[in-house]
């Protein structure tokens, strides 16, 4: 599976965007952008995943570019109990699905 | 249904001692997942189970690590002998199968783990 890049730390306003980025540089074509997310004490939690178009579900969206490089995680109305850290992971969808975290992303929302 | 589900929620043990940790998957998930998870390391992936079967034990740290999967409802993570190091939080996830299309959604849903202690 590919790996990816995260920021260790990102902050954010309660009610404001947060907007978490992934580096993937070396994606395969048949490899899929996965975000989970962890929050305290708790398992991680899937999120939201895709391929090259852009996804929205009732947690998130994402935005995949179009060389596929790089993707963001948007929580659009953040809220405290959206800290949490947030894995964005590679791999491929169909077949044995191997899942690897990395150090992943610590978001902190204040009020 | 009730989820992933991991017992127990905590563990404390003297080294040395044999610990099982035990996991029951969702039911119609095929896929199973042992993960361990310390501040150091982070979340590392020890064995996956697809169909009662290991596929990959490359994370299993040593020989003191075995994992089973009896049944499609049942699996058991087991250190014998302990030792403190082994101290972590061990995460169990299940996912259905693999799909055909990309459009299948197979998330893995993790258990709220076992907060394993060796002293």
């Known amino acids: 599976d590919a790996k990816t890049t995260q920021p260790p730390s990102m902050d954010c306003a309660e009610g404001r965007a947060a907007n978490l980025p992934c580096n993937h540089s070396?994606?395969?074509?048949?490899?899929?952008v996965y975000w989970y997310r962890q929050i305290h004490s708790q398992g991680p939690q899937y999120i939201i995943h895709?391929?090259?178009n852009n996804e929205t579900n009732e947690m998130a969206s994402l935005i995949i570019t179009e060389d596929r490089k790089s993707s963001t995680l948007i929580l659009p109305h953040a809220t405290l109990r959206d800290t949490a850290v947030y894995y964005c992971?590679?791999?491929?969808?169909?077949?044995?699905?191997?899942?690897?975290f990395g150090t992943g992303t610590r978001l902190l929302v204040s009020p | 249904d009730a989820g992933v589900i991991q017992s127990p929620r905590h563990e404390v043990t003297e080294m040395g001692q044999e610990v099982t940790l035990r996991c029951k998957p969702i039911s119609g998930h095929n896929s199973l997942f042992w993960y361990r998870q310390t501040m150091m390391r982070g979340l590392e992936l020890l064995i996956y189970f697809n169909n009662n079967v290991p596929i990959d034990d490359s994370g299993m740290p040593e020989d003191r690590f075995s994992a089973k999967m009896p049944n499609a409802s049942f699996s058991t993570l087991k250190i014998q002998p302990s030792e403190p190091r082994d101290s972590a939080v061990y995460f169990c996830a299940s996912s259905l199968p693999p799909g055909f299309r990309d459009s299948e959604n197979t998330e893995a849903f993790f258990g709220q783990g076992t907060r394993l202690t060796v002293v």
């Open positions: 895709g391929l090259k």
């Open positions: 070396t994606i395969s074509g048949n490899e899929y």
């Open positions: 992971i590679v791999r491929v969808a169909m077949g044995f699905q191997k899942l690897v």
